[in-house]
């Protein structure tokens, strides 16, 4: 197995190319319309990927607002490249042992599948080569690209797709691998070191959806399939893995049927509506109340092969199901699924019958109201059974939750290509690199290594706040005058917590944090009453304030007094305990003492106070 990786990093501050600031909004001011067509390259060629884009015939719908340009409606000429974001691209370049070119010559690279006002993506090669060490392995670069981000798709119905245009031109750096990568698990771990080395230059976004990973797979017989778009880096070796069983499964049928003789689909689709009149559950009944067709396709000598083979739940029916899907369709029904409650044996009689099916044939069925559609979903059905004679087509495939794969489109070509005539080139200044190498950040190894050494920290917790992109505000927390272990458990845990409880990522000013711990160092509450804390701050929205958030949680203080004295009541009102149990009287009235007083002082000062009311309200029992 062999995989590459390409890793996005949307940067900050500012658009690609324009001055437009970078903030998603849900504030619409207005709309536009596009209907987009396919155009040839800098060869000459029509990008298949393009074509099947534009076959679908959508509108397109753009909703405009504050963070948006005449630039970003394809309305205006673009500036040049940010310079910081340039920069930025330049310091990782630098950072990957890659050489950066001379001069760098913006591209656009046509795609029209709408996430573009202008049908094309602006590109440029920033450095190539270069490469990535992990556990001692080198795994090479291919190259550093600077490119606009898409806008963002926000509803789809019938025909229609609406973007929205915030998210269109951010800057947006893709560092691509060469496919030196040998398992899924390898592939996370180069994109968590990429990541890192990211985030070590302080200037990149983050927050969900600001970095994707695109993974390129092949096992040997098989062919270079991309998984495009994966936001969870835990997710990639199941990607990785479940991809190449997909693949082990269409070399299989491949075997299985150029050892029975089977042939590519041919002829014409038949017409199965009158066959089917009757059924009234399913997408064919549900068709034929709205006065749709059912056609048919003969796959001869398929039987048997559609469904999952032994020692595998990936199919040949769902990779043609998926052809049908990607033109507009929910789906389809196949024979190897049949009889089923909506088509019994007595129905599968006249249908084969109507379709020349023999024994060892198969047959796929769609319906629907609209006859073009149909007949275009059948043609992709039947490209995708004749390919699958040849074993493992290349193709662009969207990552699923559950980290399975589902088909997108075919694999793009080098004819999307062709030169930006409205930015000249922009040549690179050795001055420029020197500055940049003379301020270089410090690599994810060598800082692990030092906040270990320099705040005692647990190697492990420093590694998670370097991979995280947190070092930085840790040692920003520490040069205040926190202490280094409340910072990194706050960083690392309390934080981490509150941003995945709900839908909306929860993001706390440097300023709050340093209150928030100056207040539980003052001694106001405990560090277990944190997350409770944090909780209040994420609900005030947009402007929390840290004294409120205490006030709401609960926490009003607590002196030592007069924890003292709740300790003392506690025992007076368990005596016959004490003297029954004497030290093991201690656990029952801890738990007793800690959810009274949790949050408000240190589980270890609630310890010593209830061990002192023991000692003191019970001299004769022992202590823990």
Not at 288 to 317: C, D, F, I, M, N
Not at 322 to 351: F, K, Y
Not at 565 to 581: G, S, T, Y
Request: aromatic share 4%; hydrophobic share 40%; charged share 30%.
């Amino acid at each position: 197995m062999k995989v590459g990786l390409e890793i996005h990093q949307q940067l900050a501050p500012r658009k690609l190319h324009c001055r437009c600031p970078v903030e998603l909004t849900e504030t619409v001011q207005g709309t536009v319309e596009r209907r987009l067509r396919v155009a040839s390259g800098e060869e000459m060629g029509i990008d298949p990927a393009a074509e099947f884009q534009a076959a679908r015939e959508s509108v397109y719908r753009y909703e405009w607002g504050p963070s948006n340009c005449l630039v970003d409606l394809d309305e205006e000429p673009p500036t040049e490249l940010d310079p910081d974001a340039l920069d930025v691209a330049l310091t990782m370049a630098l950072l990957l042992h890659a050489r950066p070119v001379d001069e760098i010559e913006v591209m656009r690279k046509i795609v029209v599948d709408g996430s573009n006002t202008s049908g094309f993506q602006r590109t440029s090669l920033i450095a190539v080569g270069g490469y990535v060490e992990v556990e001692g392995r080198r795994i090479a670069l291919q190259s550093i690209c600077l490119e606009e981000d898409a806008a963002r798709k926000v509803a789809e119905t019938e025909g229609i797709v609406t973007y929205r245009l915030d998210r269109l031109g951010v800057p947006l750096i893709e560092i691509s691998t060469q496919p030196e990568m040998e398992s899924g698990e390898e592939a996370r771990r180069v994109a968590e070191e990429i990541g890192a080395l990211l985030r070590a230059t302080e200037r990149v976004r983050r927050g969900i959806g600001t970095i994707r990973e695109d993974l390129n797979v092949s096992i040997e017989g098989g062919c270079r399939v991309e998984i495009k778009g994966a936001q969870e880096l835990r997710l990639l070796p199941e990607y990785v893995e479940r991809e190449a069983a997909r693949q082990k499964m269409l070399l299989a049928v491949r075997e299985s049927l150029r050892g029975r003789g089977a042939t590519a689909p041919r002829g014409p689709p038949a017409d199965l509506t009158d066959t089917l009149q009757g059924v009234a559950t399913g997408p064919i009944g549900q068709a034929l109340r709205r006065h749709g067709q059912v056609l048919g396709l003969r796959l001869p000598g398929y039987a048997g092969l559609l469904r999952s083979l032994p020692g595998t739940t990936e199919r040949l029916g769902r990779e043609l199901a998926d052809q049908a899907r990607a033109c507009g369709l929910n789906g389809l029904l196949h024979s190897d699924e049949l009889p089923n409650p909506e088509i019994g044996e007595d129905r599968l009689r006249p249908l084969r019958e109507q379709l020349g099916v023999g024994g060892a044939d198969a047959f796929v069925l769609v319906a629907g109201t609209d006859r073009r559609l149909l007949l275009r979903a059948l043609e992709a059905v039947a490209r995708r059974a004749t390919a699958a004679l040849e074993g493992v087509p290349g193709e662009t495939r969207d990552p699923l939750p559950d980290g399975r794969s589902r088909y997108s489109r075919p694999i793009p070509g080098r004819f999307r290509m062709y030169p930006e005539t409205d930015i000249p080139p922009i040549r690179i200044d050795p001055g420029r690199l020197e500055r940049l190498r003379s301020t270089l950040p410090e690599r994810p190894a060598d800082r692990r290594a030092r906040l270990t050494r320099q705040y005692g920290l647990p190697a492990e917790i420093a590694g998670q706040l370097v991979v995280s992109g947190q070092a930085g505000l840790l040692e920003t927390l520490v040069a205040q005058g926190r202490s280094a272990a409340l910072v990194a458990r706050f960083l690392t845990q309390d934080l981490p917590a509150a941003t995945a409880a709900g839908d909306a990522a929860f993001d706390l000013s440097a300023e709050r944090m340093d209150e928030l711990l100056r207040a539980c160092e003052a001694g106001e509450f405990a560090k277990e009453g944190l997350p409770k804390i944090l909780a209040a701050l994420k609900a005030q929205g947009a402007s929390p304030d840290v004294r409120q958030a205490i006030a709401e949680a609960g926490f009003t203080g607590l002196s030592m007094e007069e924890l003292s004295r709740l300790a003392e009541a506690l025992v007076d009102r368990n005596a016959d305990l004490v003297r029954q149990r004497g030290a093991g009287a201690f656990s029952p009235l801890m738990g007793d003492l800690m959810r009274e007083v949790r949050g408000r002082r240190d589980g270890r000062e609630i310890a010593e106070a209830l061990r002192k009311a023991l000692r003191d309200r019970a001299p004769g029992a022992p202590t823990p």
